[in-house]
Protein backbone atom coordinates (compact mmCIF):
# COMPACT_ATOMS: atom_id res chain seq x y z
CA UNK A 1 0.00 0.00 0.00
CA UNK A 2 2.92 2.28 1.17
CA UNK A 3 4.34 1.91 -2.63
CA UNK A 4 0.69 2.48 -4.28
CA UNK A 5 0.42 5.44 -2.31
CA UNK A 6 3.61 7.06 -2.93
CA UNK A 7 4.48 7.17 0.91
CA UNK A 8 8.33 6.22 0.91
CA UNK A 9 8.99 7.02 4.46
CA UNK A 10 6.45 4.03 5.25
CA UNK A 11 7.58 1.91 2.74
CA UNK A 12 11.02 2.28 3.91
CA UNK A 13 9.81 1.59 7.50
CA UNK A 14 8.32 -1.39 6.76
CA UNK A 15 11.14 -3.05 4.97
CA UNK A 16 13.18 -2.24 7.78
CA UNK A 17 10.50 -4.53 9.98
CA UNK A 18 10.71 -6.92 7.47
CA UNK A 19 14.68 -7.25 7.61
CA UNK A 20 13.99 -7.51 11.41
CA UNK A 21 11.65 -10.27 10.99
CA UNK A 22 13.99 -12.57 8.35
CA UNK A 23 17.15 -11.04 11.21
CA UNK A 24 14.70 -13.06 14.03
CA UNK A 25 14.19 -16.47 12.03
CA UNK A 26 18.20 -16.13 10.65
CA UNK A 27 17.37 -15.32 7.46
CA UNK A 28 20.41 -13.19 6.56
CA UNK A 29 19.55 -13.19 3.17
CA UNK A 30 16.29 -11.62 2.97
CA UNK A 31 17.30 -9.76 6.12
CA UNK A 32 20.50 -7.58 4.54
CA UNK A 33 18.25 -7.33 0.99
CA UNK A 34 15.45 -6.03 3.02
CA UNK A 35 17.73 -3.50 5.08
CA UNK A 36 19.45 -2.16 2.03
CA UNK A 37 16.15 -1.62 -0.32
CA UNK A 38 15.10 0.78 3.52
CA UNK A 39 18.93 2.33 3.51
CA UNK A 40 18.41 3.05 -0.29
CA UNK A 41 15.22 5.08 -0.28
CA UNK A 42 15.95 6.94 3.08
CA UNK A 43 18.92 8.51 1.46
CA UNK A 44 16.97 8.99 -1.47
CA UNK A 45 14.28 11.17 0.53
CA UNK A 46 17.51 12.29 3.67
CA UNK A 47 15.19 10.14 6.22
CA UNK A 48 18.75 10.04 8.07
CA UNK A 49 17.29 8.23 11.22
CA UNK A 50 16.36 5.61 8.75
CA UNK A 51 19.69 6.01 7.03
CA UNK A 52 21.07 5.16 10.23
CA UNK A 53 18.63 2.34 11.57
CA UNK A 54 19.60 0.23 8.23
CA UNK A 55 22.93 0.77 8.61
CA UNK A 56 23.57 -0.28 12.39
CA UNK A 57 21.06 -3.43 11.23
CA UNK A 58 23.15 -3.96 8.29
CA UNK A 59 25.93 -4.13 10.88
CA UNK A 60 24.43 -6.83 12.79
CA UNK A 61 23.96 -8.67 9.98
CA UNK A 62 27.59 -8.34 9.25
CA UNK A 63 28.34 -9.59 12.59
CA UNK A 64 26.34 -12.48 12.47
CA UNK A 65 28.37 -13.56 9.46
CA UNK A 66 31.59 -12.89 11.19
CA UNK A 67 32.20 -10.33 8.40
CA UNK A 68 34.29 -7.91 10.59
CA UNK A 69 35.22 -5.44 8.00
CA UNK A 70 31.72 -5.04 6.67
CA UNK A 71 30.39 -4.52 10.01
CA UNK A 72 32.94 -2.05 11.23
CA UNK A 73 31.90 0.20 8.19
CA UNK A 74 28.39 -0.27 8.36
CA UNK A 75 28.51 0.33 12.54
CA UNK A 76 30.52 3.26 12.36
CA UNK A 77 28.89 5.25 9.29
CA UNK A 78 25.35 4.72 11.75
CA UNK A 79 27.06 5.69 14.39
CA UNK A 80 28.08 8.70 13.13
CA UNK A 81 24.76 9.73 11.60
CA UNK A 82 23.22 9.16 15.08
CA UNK A 83 25.98 11.79 16.16
CA UNK A 84 24.68 14.09 13.73
CA UNK A 85 21.38 14.21 14.71
CA UNK A 86 21.86 13.70 18.46
CA UNK A 87 19.86 10.85 19.21
CA UNK A 88 20.88 8.95 22.12
CA UNK A 89 19.41 5.78 21.92
CA UNK A 90 20.95 5.41 18.47
CA UNK A 91 24.78 6.45 19.98
CA UNK A 92 24.16 3.87 22.87
CA UNK A 93 23.03 0.90 20.40
CA UNK A 94 25.54 1.68 17.90
CA UNK A 95 28.30 2.02 20.66
CA UNK A 96 26.94 -1.52 22.13
CA UNK A 97 26.99 -2.97 18.96
CA UNK A 98 31.07 -1.79 18.23
CA UNK A 99 31.80 -3.59 21.57
CA UNK A 100 30.40 -6.42 19.96
CA UNK A 101 32.48 -5.93 17.27
CA UNK A 102 35.82 -5.21 19.22
CA UNK A 103 34.84 -7.95 21.40
CA UNK A 104 34.88 -10.53 18.61
CA UNK A 105 38.29 -8.80 17.11
CA UNK A 106 39.70 -9.45 20.77
CA UNK A 107 40.38 -6.00 21.68
CA UNK A 108 39.31 -6.49 25.42
CA UNK A 109 39.93 -2.74 26.53
CA UNK A 110 37.84 -1.04 23.29
CA UNK A 111 35.11 -3.63 23.87
CA UNK A 112 34.60 -2.51 27.44
CA UNK A 113 34.82 1.29 26.81
CA UNK A 114 32.08 0.63 24.03
CA UNK A 115 29.93 -1.09 26.31
CA UNK A 116 30.19 0.87 29.18
CA UNK A 117 29.36 3.97 27.26
CA UNK A 118 26.41 2.33 26.09
CA UNK A 119 25.80 1.31 29.65
CA UNK A 120 25.97 4.76 30.56
CA UNK A 121 23.77 6.65 27.99
CA UNK A 122 20.85 3.58 28.35
CA UNK A 123 20.76 4.51 31.83
CA UNK A 124 20.84 7.87 31.46
CA UNK A 125 17.39 8.20 29.14
CA UNK A 126 16.05 5.25 31.20
CA UNK A 127 16.13 2.17 28.68
CA UNK A 128 16.54 -0.42 31.80
CA UNK A 129 16.30 -3.30 28.92
CA UNK A 130 19.05 -1.54 27.18
CA UNK A 131 21.02 -1.49 30.11
CA UNK A 132 20.31 -4.63 30.72
CA UNK A 133 21.51 -6.00 27.28
CA UNK A 134 24.89 -3.81 27.66
CA UNK A 135 25.48 -5.39 31.53
CA UNK A 136 25.18 -9.23 29.99
CA UNK A 137 27.78 -7.76 26.83
CA UNK A 138 29.92 -6.45 30.29
CA UNK A 139 29.92 -9.86 31.57
CA UNK A 140 30.57 -11.90 28.35
CA UNK A 141 33.16 -9.76 27.89
CA UNK A 142 35.31 -11.01 30.89
CA UNK A 143 33.95 -14.48 30.30
CA UNK A 144 36.80 -16.23 28.79
CA UNK A 145 39.15 -14.94 31.30
CA UNK A 146 37.71 -13.78 34.33
CA UNK A 147 34.55 -16.03 34.88
CA UNK A 148 34.06 -15.47 38.94
CA UNK A 149 33.82 -12.05 37.94
CA UNK A 150 31.51 -12.41 34.80
CA UNK A 151 28.98 -14.63 36.51
CA UNK A 152 28.34 -11.79 38.85
CA UNK A 153 27.18 -9.45 36.32
CA UNK A 154 25.53 -11.70 33.83
CA UNK A 155 23.09 -12.94 37.26
CA UNK A 156 22.90 -9.44 37.30
CA UNK A 157 21.84 -9.05 33.91
CA UNK A 158 19.53 -12.21 34.29
CA UNK A 159 17.43 -10.57 36.88
CA UNK A 160 16.93 -7.82 35.05
CA UNK A 161 15.67 -10.19 31.90
CA UNK A 162 13.92 -11.67 34.24
CA UNK A 163 12.22 -8.49 35.44
CA UNK A 164 11.23 -7.67 32.04
CA UNK A 165 10.17 -11.18 30.73
CA UNK A 166 12.77 -10.53 27.89
CA UNK A 167 13.06 -14.10 26.65
CA UNK A 168 16.38 -13.91 25.43
CA UNK A 169 18.01 -12.31 28.02
CA UNK A 170 16.58 -15.09 30.46
CA UNK A 171 17.93 -18.28 27.92
CA UNK A 172 21.22 -16.53 26.87
CA UNK A 173 22.15 -15.01 30.34
CA UNK A 174 20.71 -18.70 31.80
CA UNK A 175 22.81 -20.45 29.58
CA UNK A 176 25.78 -18.57 30.08
CA UNK A 177 25.95 -19.15 33.55
CA UNK A 178 25.45 -23.05 33.90
CA UNK A 179 28.79 -22.48 31.15
CA UNK A 180 30.21 -21.19 34.03
CA UNK A 181 28.57 -23.77 36.13
CA UNK A 182 29.93 -26.60 34.52
CA UNK A 183 33.40 -25.14 33.85
CA UNK A 184 33.23 -25.28 37.51
CA UNK A 185 32.66 -29.27 38.27
CA UNK A 186 28.51 -28.29 38.59
CA UNK A 187 26.52 -29.38 35.47
CA UNK A 188 23.29 -28.91 37.42
CA UNK A 189 22.31 -25.64 35.66
CA UNK A 190 22.38 -27.28 32.24
CA UNK A 191 19.58 -28.89 32.03
CA UNK A 192 17.28 -26.02 32.96
CA UNK A 193 19.70 -23.34 30.67
CA UNK A 194 19.01 -26.11 27.53
CA UNK A 195 15.74 -26.07 27.96
CA UNK A 196 15.10 -22.17 27.69
CA UNK A 197 17.09 -21.94 25.06
CA UNK A 198 15.57 -24.78 22.93
CA UNK A 199 12.37 -22.83 24.10
CA UNK A 200 13.32 -19.45 22.78
CA UNK A 201 15.79 -20.76 19.50
CA UNK A 202 14.86 -23.76 18.82
CA UNK A 203 11.11 -24.14 19.08
CA UNK A 204 9.82 -22.16 16.11
CA UNK A 205 9.97 -24.40 12.72
CA UNK A 206 11.03 -21.11 10.52
CA UNK A 207 14.11 -20.07 12.71
CA UNK A 208 16.49 -21.31 10.38
CA UNK A 209 19.49 -21.97 13.57
CA UNK A 210 17.22 -23.93 15.34
CA UNK A 211 18.79 -27.66 13.92
CA UNK A 212 22.26 -26.01 15.42
CA UNK A 213 21.27 -24.94 18.68
CA UNK A 214 19.24 -28.36 19.07
CA UNK A 215 22.51 -30.11 17.85
CA UNK A 216 24.67 -27.85 19.99
CA UNK A 217 22.12 -28.17 23.40
CA UNK A 218 22.43 -32.02 22.86
CA UNK A 219 26.39 -31.74 22.94
CA UNK A 220 26.11 -29.95 26.48
CA UNK A 221 24.34 -32.76 27.95
CA UNK A 222 25.90 -35.46 26.00
CA UNK A 223 28.76 -37.10 28.39
CA UNK A 224 30.21 -39.72 25.91
CA UNK A 225 32.93 -37.85 24.11
CA UNK A 226 32.25 -39.14 20.89
CA UNK A 227 28.69 -38.66 20.75
CA UNK A 228 29.29 -34.76 21.96
CA UNK A 229 31.60 -34.37 18.85
CA UNK A 230 29.19 -35.64 16.94
CA UNK A 231 26.50 -33.26 17.94
CA UNK A 232 29.08 -30.26 18.13
CA UNK A 233 29.66 -31.35 14.26
CA UNK A 234 26.18 -31.32 13.49
CA UNK A 235 25.38 -27.76 14.65
CA UNK A 236 28.80 -26.44 13.01
CA UNK A 237 27.16 -27.53 9.55
CA UNK A 238 23.99 -26.31 10.40
CA UNK A 239 25.03 -23.39 11.12
CA UNK A 240 27.65 -22.96 8.40
CA UNK A 241 25.09 -23.93 5.85
CA UNK A 242 22.98 -20.96 6.62
CA UNK A 243 26.45 -18.28 7.26
CA UNK A 244 25.68 -17.36 10.82
CA UNK A 245 29.16 -18.08 11.57
CA UNK A 246 28.72 -15.89 14.45
CA UNK A 247 27.01 -18.67 16.42
CA UNK A 248 29.65 -21.03 15.84
CA UNK A 249 32.27 -17.97 17.26
CA UNK A 250 30.51 -17.59 20.22
CA UNK A 251 29.35 -21.00 21.21
CA UNK A 252 31.35 -23.89 19.53
CA UNK A 253 34.24 -22.08 19.75
CA UNK A 254 34.04 -20.63 22.71
CA UNK A 255 36.31 -22.07 26.00
CA UNK A 256 36.76 -20.53 29.52
CA UNK A 257 40.35 -20.85 30.30
CA UNK A 258 41.63 -22.67 32.11
CA UNK A 259 44.34 -20.12 34.18
CA UNK A 260 40.93 -18.82 35.86
CA UNK A 261 40.15 -21.63 37.38
CA UNK A 262 42.88 -22.38 38.99
CA UNK A 263 43.39 -19.13 40.34
CA UNK A 264 39.96 -19.51 41.75
CA UNK A 265 40.45 -22.39 43.36
CA UNK A 266 43.34 -21.26 44.96
Not at 198 to 214: V, Y
Request: aromatic letters at 8%.
Amino acid sequence: IYVEIGERVGEANTLQSLGDVALAYDNLDDAETKFKASYNICVQIGERLGEANALLSLGWVALRRDDQVSARTYLEAGSDIFLQIDLRLGQANASQSLGCLLLRRGDLNGARERIQIARNIYRKIGDRLGEAHAQYLAGLAEMNHAPTESAVVIAQALESFSSFCDPWGIAHSSLRLAQIAAFRGDRSRLPDAVNKILEFEASHLNKLAAPGWRAFCASLMEHDEEKRSAFRDEARRAWTEIGCIELIKDYLDFEIEVRDHSNTEG
